[in-house]
């Protein structure tokens, strides 16, 4: 797949994962792109956890869209639960 296929990739998986996930995201259109991008590395890798492929085996098979979105779901959830505990009014010590 070519870098604009990726990124178009990226950009579509992002999207069904921001639609899906509850709440506010503030995310631009290349953030998004970048989300779903990640978010197939994250759901191949899920992937070859809990099947018989190894991490490194299949390379170059994606994730596939479902397995991508799942992925940019655990992104969109990671970076939720750390920006909740750094609320702007919150002082840590």
């Not at 479902?66 to 505990?85: D, E, H, Y």
Request: hydrophobic share 55%.
């Amino acid at each position: 797949m070519s870098v604009i296929g990726w990124v178009v990739f990226g950009l579509v998986v992002g999207l069904i994962a921001k639609l899906i996930m509850p709440g506010k995201q503030n995310l631009g259109i290349m953030a998004t792109a970048l989300l779903g991008m990640a978010g197939s590395l994250v759901g191949g890798f899920l992937g070859s956890l809990i099947s018989s492929r190894t991490v490194g085996e299949g390379i170059h098979q994606g994730a596939g869209w479902i397995g991508s979105i799942i992925g940019a779901l655990v992104l969109l959830f990671v970076a939720s639960m750390v920006t909740k505990s750094r609320s702007p009014g919150e002082k840590h010590v």
